[in-house]
């Protein structure tokens, strides 16, 4: 890097990466890995929206409401948890995961890998071009010869309410980083930050009214969120479907919030929380210089250089190219774009084929997904929905988790429901999904038959112990055969 002028500097670098949140950061390291040198900048904190107010502090929060849940279908251990949880310790729990919002030890890893870390907002100025309006003050021009990878991440998406602004509705932020359990809470949305947010603040003492408009986990089996919903209102949630917020009002700011709904009903809470998709971080990102359209998703092809751009060096990874937002599945972007783009600095050939080495193949086929609810609900691949839908003849196989001995010894009552869904013309699974206490850690199972396309005929001889949640393997299998 150069000094330009007094608070400039200019450098040039093998590759850029705008944003380091865990995506900017596994492409970083792979760009690295592989000899590139490394601009990394980023305008809040390193580790992004993932590390500090989403998947690691929401996870953080719900691993004590799952524990106490988990605890009280086990009868023996159910008269040992007795109290309440201590939300005190729940929350400093919370805050030992995030490392208190400090990100010196992940700006140290960045630093630690060889890559030049420039704290500020960064900006596309023209092909390969990226300028930095350091938080300092300071303004860097730089350059990179092969590439620059867009990995600014996402948002919550508000919708445009009468009110909303007044209502300072809570979002992912406030629903991870509050050390406060408001009495009443109402939670808007039912996709997974719905769904998890109500699980959580239920579990912590608020009283949650959960409002939706179709129903809980759209993109996933009806059954999971029928599950959910049934064991939400257990635990004293209201899940309401069918119903939308019409306007919102707060005129006192230390006051509650009015939610007026559709039915012409209202509803009164101490604090409401958005839950409703998210926004693409490229408003501001300088996309005009190179065609693209302020505030959009990014499309990219399968090494994920941003569609429309000429000269192969513009790559989109992780929630910007809205194909799974998803960490594991950015992050997987992030290792096959960071060998692509070594690929083509060094003048290799690039194997995006179907499953090659530089193609996000699994991106189509194979996305494993869990929300940490209560019961847990871990799918991959295809519903049977999506899998008639995208002119598959199938077959579906359902089977209830309490056929397993493996789960009933796991939790007394164990409640839970298990779908394979069946490539007819392969004979290999399209999709699995789990619903039911524990099932998180049995996913990887089924993202290994679907991703590897194992043959079901092959798939009998994968034997699950004895006794184990895996047993449910033995049960679909077997209801195949016999259907
Ligand atoms: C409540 C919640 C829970 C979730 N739980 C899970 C989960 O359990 N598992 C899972 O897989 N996924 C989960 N997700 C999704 C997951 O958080 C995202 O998919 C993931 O964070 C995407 O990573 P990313 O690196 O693309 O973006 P981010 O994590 O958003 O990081 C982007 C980074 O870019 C920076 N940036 C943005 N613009 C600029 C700019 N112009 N200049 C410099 N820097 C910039 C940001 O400050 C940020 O640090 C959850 C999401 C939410 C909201
Ligand atoms: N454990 C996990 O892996 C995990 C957890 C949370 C979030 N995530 C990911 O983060 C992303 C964002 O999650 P999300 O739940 O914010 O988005 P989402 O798009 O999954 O769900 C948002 C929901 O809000 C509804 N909605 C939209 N506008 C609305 C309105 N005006 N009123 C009422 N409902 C409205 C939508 O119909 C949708 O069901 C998702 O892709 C999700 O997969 C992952």
Redesign the pocket.
């Known amino acids: 890097m150069s000094a330009t002028s007094d608070n400039q500097t200019g450098g040039i670098y093998d590759v850029i990466v705008?944003?380091?949140?865990?995506?900017?950061?596994n492409v970083a390291d792979h760009a690295r890995a592989a000899g590139l040198s490394v601009a990394v900048?980023?305008?809040?904190?390193?580790?992004?929206?993932?590390?500090y107010?989403?998947?690691v502090p929401?996870?953080a929060l719900l691993r004590p409401v799952i524990a106490v849940a988990d605890a009280r279908r086990v009868d023996g251990a159910r008269q040992a948890v007795t109290g309440r949880l201590d939300t005190g310790r729940v929350f400093a729990r919370r805050n030992r995961y995030v490392t208190d919002w400090d990100d010196t030890g992940q700006a140290e890893w960045v630093k630690s890998i060889g890559a030049d870390l420039f704290r500020?907002?960064?900006?596309i100025a023209g092909p390969r071009r990226v300028t930095?309006t350091g938080d300092d003050g300071a303004h860097h021009s730089l350059t990179a010869r092969h590439a620059v990878a867009i990995?600014?991440?996402?948002?919550?998406a508000l919708p445009d309410i009468p009110g909303i602004e007044e209502a300072r509705p809570w979002t992912?932020r406030h629903?991870?980083d509050s050390s406060s359990v408001p009495a009443r809470l109402v939670v808007v949305g039912g996709g997974?930050?719905g769904v998890?947010?109500a699980t959580l603040w239920q579990g912590l003492g608020s009283q949650v009214t959960l409002l939706v408009r179709r129903r809980l986990l759209p993109r996933m089996e009806s059954f999971a969120g029928e599950l959910i919903e049934r064991s939400l209102t257990e635990a004293g949630a209201e899940v309401r479907t069918g119903v939308q917020v019409t306007g919102l009002r707060r005129p006192d700011p230390a006051g509650p919030v009015t939610l007026t709904l559709d039915d012409g009903g209202e509803l009164e809470a101490d604090e409401v929380l958005f839950?409703t998709g998210?926004a693409p971080?490229t408003g501001?990102?300088g996309l005009d210089t190179v065609g693209l359209t302020p505030g959009s998703w990014l499309d990219v092809d399968t090494t994920c250089l941003v569609d429309g751009v000429d000269g192969d060096w513009l790559y989109a990874?992780?929630?910007?190219n809205h194909r799974?937002?998803?960490?594991?599945?950015?992050k997987y972007q992030a290792r096959t774009a960071g060998d692509a783009i070594a690929a083509r600095a060094a003048g290799r050939p690039v194997d995006d084929a179907p499953w090659g080495d530089h193609a996000t193949t699994a991106d189509q086929h194979a996305v494993p997904?869990?929300f940490?609810t209560d019961p847990e609900a871990a799918a991959v691949g295809l519903s049977a929905e999506q899998a008639t839908g995208a002119g598959h003849r199938v077959q579906v196989v359902d089977v209830e988790f309490d056929a397993a001995q493996g789960a009933k010894l796991y939790a007394d009552g164990y409640r839970g429901h298990a779908r394979m869904v069946v490539d007819l013309d392969r004979e290999v699974l399209l999709g699995v999904t789990f619903v039911g206490p524990g099932v998180s850690e049995l996913l990887h199972s089924a993202t290994v038959a679907v991703a590897g396309e194992v043959p079901l005929k092959r798939l009998r001889h994968a034997i699950a112990c004895f006794p184990t949640v895996s047993e449910i393997w033995l049960f679909l299998l077997a209801a195949y055969r016999r259907d």
């Open positions: 705008l944003g380091a949140g865990p995506v900017g950061q900048v980023e305008r809040e904190l390193v580790g992004g929206e993932c590390s107010w989403a998947c929401s996870k500020g907002h960064g900006r930095v990995a600014t991440g996402s948002g919550p992912n629903g991870t997974g930050v998890e947010m839950a998210r971080a501001d990102i990874l992780g929630d910007v799974a937002l998803l960490t594991h599945q950015g997904q869990v940490f």
